[in-house]
């Protein structure tokens, strides 16, 4: 009897031996597996590490550029403004361009050192609204999301009662616009109508002058130079830079339009970089704020990082 249980527990001993060297190779698996991800998460993060010092890199090459400029006159013509590519290798890239912030309409600039409403800013911006095929009313709605007071501005400002009936609700800040991402959230303001003003305005810390020398031909007509003039002027500012505001004003396409001089300026103190770098498996974006002083030094505001 006991001889007829030996083929069984054989059997029984070869599946178990068969289980045990299973499991053994699962382990082994799942440990080369482990290893492999752990290689690459660190292949990963190395990748990523030197595409930032990468794009910190075009960063100092952009402050460079702008130190190099001569602050009195900007124009697309200079060679900050050029955008730039270079291939560093089959697995590195690196592209970047500056971009003047005072050629678009500084939504901070509606109010005052003060904050009061400045006249002559809210006027340009309902002019660039209705440009862009948007409802100049919006400008009022614009001018309560940033202003400290909670009195609707005329018959088409939004303030807290715009705000709370929405579903979810939420208040304006009454402050500066940090981003103007922020007009997503402002009355009136559907996301046609943001992409359409993106391009043509930011949102700076301070009030600031519109550069005439880098102002769309949008802003050239918020600006109120007459839409049969604008050809004139554009063609004007590409053969020779404004080396002043009474320049492009001399101009006989522009001469005694009567458009207001107040917030003009040939030059500019805030630009924007934006540098996009591939090494390897990483690719990212930088956008750095940056500010160059009264003393002509440049100061980084701020940066923001987008990772692919």
Same mark, same amino acid.
């Given at each position: 009897?006991? &001889?007829?249980?030996?083929?069984?527990? !054989?059997?029984?001993?070869? $599946?178990?031996?068969?289980?045990?060297?299973?499991?053994?190779?699962?382990?082994?698996?799942?440990? *080369?597996?482990? &290893? &492999?991800?752990?290689?690459? !998460?660190s292949h990963n993060l190395l990748a990523h590490d030197q595409a930032m010092e990468y794009v910190h890199a075009a960063e100092g090459l952009a402050l460079i550029a702008l130190m190099e400029d001569d602050p009195g006159v900007d124009s697309p013509d200079e060679a900050w403004a050029q955008p730039a590519s270079l291939a560093l290798s089959d697995q590195a890239m690196i592209a970047g361009q500056i971009i003047d912030l005072q050629g678009r309409f500084n939504l901070n600039s509606l109010l005052t050192a003060d904050g009061k409403l400045d006249g002559v800013a809210l006027a340009r911006l309902e002019r660039l609204l209705a440009t862009l095929e948007l409802s100049p009313e919006l400008a009022a709605a614009i001018v309560d999301w940033i202003d400290a007071d909670r009195e609707p501005q005329g018959t088409y400002g939004a303030e807290d009662d715009s705000y709370t009936r929405?579903?979810? +609700?939420?208040?304006?800040?009454?402050?500066?616009?940090? +981003? =103007?991402?922020?007009?997503?959230?402002?009355? #009136?303001?559907?996301?046609? #109508?943001? !992409?359409?003003? *993106?391009? &043509?305005?930011?949102?700076?810390?301070? *009030?600031?002058? $519109?550069? $005439?020398?880098?102002?769309?031909p949008e802003l050239l007509a918020a600006i109120g130079i007459p839409?049969?003039?604008? =050809?004139?002027?554009?063609?004007?500012?590409?053969?020779?830079?404004?080396? +002043?505001?009474?320049?492009?004003?001399?101009l006989p396409a522009v001469k005694g339009s009567g458009i207001e001089r107040t917030g003009l300026s040939v030059s500019s103190r805030h630009f924007a970089l934006y540098s996009q770098v591939r090494f390897a498996s990483a690719e990212l974006s930088l956008s750095s704020l940056i500010r160059r002083e009264? +003393?002509?030094?440049?100061?980084?505001l701020h940066r923001r990082q987008e990772l692919f």
């Open positions: 009897m006991m &001889q007829g249980h030996a083929p069984r527990q !054989q059997g029984v001993a070869l $599946i178990t031996a068969m289980a045990v060297v299973a499991v053994a190779v699962s382990a082994a698996a799942f440990l *080369a597996f482990d &290893q &492999q991800l752990g290689i690459r !998460q929405l579903d979810p +609700s939420y208040l304006p800040p009454n402050a500066r616009m940090l +981003s =103007t991402t922020e007009l997503r959230l402002v009355a #009136g303001i559907d996301e046609e #109508g943001y !992409q359409r003003l *993106a391009s &043509q305005v930011t949102a700076l810390p301070d *009030a600031t002058p $519109i550069n $005439i020398n880098t102002a769309s839409e049969d003039a604008i =050809t004139s002027v554009l063609e004007a500012r590409a053969a020779t830079p404004f080396a +002043s505001v009474d320049a492009l004003f001399a009264e +003393s002509g030094t440049l100061k980084i």
